[in-house]
């Protein structure tokens, strides 16, 4: 009944086009969305469209990207990265497994390209072929185990994986930390540190627009999410008070600063030790629904249908579950 | 024909003074210089800081009054939080500012007018020169993104973009949503300064904040220079001071101290308006 009631949730969720954990396209009109691009800094630039932001990294070297949002828009998408780069795609990094964030990966890994040689080019025939995909372990396990309908064909899978803290890059000039967050808002997240440009990628770990949605079907965890959260304050560096310096692309919603990654903290951490007084409190899930625990911070990430509920769940069920099983 | 002409030579003065005096997009005012705050009534709120769960008069609604009563104080505690800067729309209310009109040098086209509030040196820019606000998804910041416009002789700025902040210091937030709309209003050396915030998250109604500033020939702004440190053990992870719903016993200081009825405490737009004196007399005091 428990597996029930997180799928209904994850459905909602889902529906409401927040993220889509199953998985390449999403029911929506695609033909409307428009791509916008927006300079970070340096040679680090968003791409807003429908699904997660895309981070492209530019330089001598080749594109990288971070997330790849939907299938259908991956010719629009390929236009943007066009028009600020000539250079082949090298590298897409995915930071979770979400159908918002991968189900581009197979077209733009096959518009790009991996360089390939001595024992690698005689032994895979294929190892030039397209950009290479990396990606926390866990995100191609969640990836290849989907047998739904619409799950991502395997051209979209990562093709270079890691487990433990981090993998590290040196690409176009510049050190890339993509760091794993363990349990957060999956069991396979991962935010990328451009250590020179000082951009992060953040994810799903950080948005703006909305309520963390913690997917605890797929491993992710309140106390993951906090961590997550504390990861990325710990790395960020204002140039004062709580602006500038390091900036943070989240996985929805507005280039971001120190102070917009702590006030999302001071939302999730608030809002959590109240959910937590009240399991210790006695009380049930349906009540603490009622009590309302949300509502100071519901007129700022609590426009999407479901999304204060679906928070206030999954908080509760790992809050709650015995140590152990952290779902 | 080369005798006086009375007519023409006053057309041709006209003229000259014409070309020489109405150069396009000269500031009509001149607001440079260092500006001191203007400090009566209002002074404990200003410099001291708002009493805990002194809401009356701010048209804040339910959600944002709830987040106001989380509140701790405690928050200035934490290394993250104690460089924090009063965001542009706030800063009116606290300190001293420097302003100074950057020209182009050649075509001598006002670009833009700078403000520098001494309250953490915070600079802010109001762009002069017809360009666009920046685009939904960029970066927020704490002076936000200005643009002004001549009204008569009054300076119009519009500010979006603004990251979260407060209209008051003890807790009432103003989101990231809101508009900002500013009149500078030069009087001869007075300066009058207002701030019409429009939140569609946590107001009710638009909020309106007047302040005044008298100029300060040969006056300074000093240096203000804020560096974070740990003040108290912190537990490592997952900590942010806050009370619980029901718990904050602070509340009910300010309401009891100056003898104001809760509900008038609490604020909400009705408390802005003459009208609820009559209320008032149906309440007592805590």
């Known amino acids: 009944m428990k597996q029930c009631i997180r799928a209904a949730s994850i459905a909602a969720l889902a529906a409401a086009g927040f993220c889509t954990p199953s998985f390449a396209q999403a029911p929506q009109n695609f033909d409307a969305v428009k791509i916008d691009t927006l300079k970070v800094r340096d040679n680090i630039y968003m791409l807003v469209g429908s699904g997660g932001n895309i981070t492209v990294q530019v330089g001598d070297e080749g594109v990288l990207l971070v997330d790849t949002q939907y299938a259908p828009l991956s010719d629009k998408i390929l236009a943007a990265i066009r028009a600020i780069s000539p250079k082949p795609i090298y590298y897409i990094v995915d930071t979770h497994h979400h159908g918002d964030h991968t189900g581009g990966n197979a077209n733009l890994r096959a518009a790009g390209t991996t360089v390939s040689g001595g024992n690698m080019a005689g032994a895979i025939r294929d190892s030039g072929v397209g950009a290479a995909i990396i990606a926390h372990e866990n995100v191609l396990l969640r990836l290849s185990s989907d047998k739904g309908p619409q799950a991502l064909p395997s051209g979209g899978w990562p093709t270079s994986t890691f487990f433990g803290n981090k993998k590290e890059l040196f690409y176009n000039g510049e050190g890339i930390e993509i760091i794993h967050v363990p349990a957060a808002h999956t069991d396979g997240d991962s935010i990328v540190f451009f250590r020179r440009s000082d951009v992060i990628s953040a994810g799903d770990v950080f948005v703006t627009t909305s309520y963390p949605f913690i997917d605890t079907a797929s491993g992710g965890t309140y106390q993951g999410f906090v961590a997550a959260l504390e990861k990325l304050v710990d790395i960020i560096i204002p140039v004062y008070g709580q602006d500038g310096g390091t900036l943070v692309i989240p996985g929805h919603g507005r280039i971001s600063n120190l102070g917009d990654v702590l006030n999302y903290r001071e939302m999730v951490i608030v809002v959590g030790d109240r959910i937590k007084h009240m399991i210790e409190a006695g009380m049930t899930l349906e009540q603490v629904k009622a009590a309302k625990p949300t509502v100071d911070y519901d007129p700022v990430y609590g426009a999407r249908a479901g999304a204060a509920e679906g928070f206030i769940e999954a908080t509760y069920r790992t809050l709650s579950a015995p140590p152990g099983d952290s779902r | ?286």
Not at chain 2, 69 to 74: K, M, P, R
Request: hydrophobic share 40%; glycine share 6%; net charge negative.
């Open chain 2, 1 to 286: 024909m080369t005798g006086f002409d009375p007519i023409r030579c006053a057309s041709r003065a006209a003229m000259l003074a014409s070309a020489l005096l109405a150069a396009p997009g000269f500031a009509q005012v001149n607001f440079a210089g260092v500006w001191n705050m203007t400090l009566t009534e209002d002074f404990p709120d200003r410099l001291p800081g708002p009493e805990l769960g002194d809401y009356a008069g701010l048209p804040l609604n339910a959600n944002d009054r709830a987040r106001a009563q989380s509140w701790n104080a405690s928050i200035l505690s934490l290394p993250d939080y104690q460089c924090r800067v009063h965001p542009s729309d706030y800063a009116n209310s606290f300190a001293d500012i420097r302003m100074w009109h950057e020209f182009d040098t050649t075509t001598q086209e006002l670009i833009a007018i700078h403000i520098q509030h001494f309250a953490w040196n915070t600079q802010r820019t109001i762009w002069m020169d017809g360009r666009p606000h920046p685009h939904p998804m960029a970066e927020h910041t704490s002076m936000g993104f200005s643009t002004g416009e001549w009204v008569g002789n009054t300076l119009k700025v519009t500010t979006t973009h603004l990251k979260e902040g407060w209209l008051r210091r003890n807790g009432v937030a103003r989101s990231d949503a809101a508009t900002v709309t500013e009149h500078f209003i030069r009087h001869d050396n007075h300066l009058t300064w207002s701030v019409f915030v429009q939140d569609p998250k946590y107001l009710e109604e638009p909020f309106f904040r007047n302040r005044d500033y008298t100029a300060a020939v040969g006056d300074a702004i000093s240096a203000y220079p804020c560096e974070s440190v740990v003040e108290v053990v912190l537990p490592e992870q997952g900590y942010f001071p806050h009370y619980l719903p029901g718990e904050n016993p602070f509340l009910i200081e300010y309401a009891r101290n100056h003898k104001i009825p809760s509900e008038a405490a609490m604020g909400g737009a009705k408390t802005m308006y003459p009208e609820y004196r009559k209320r008032l007399v149906e309440l007592s005091p805590p």
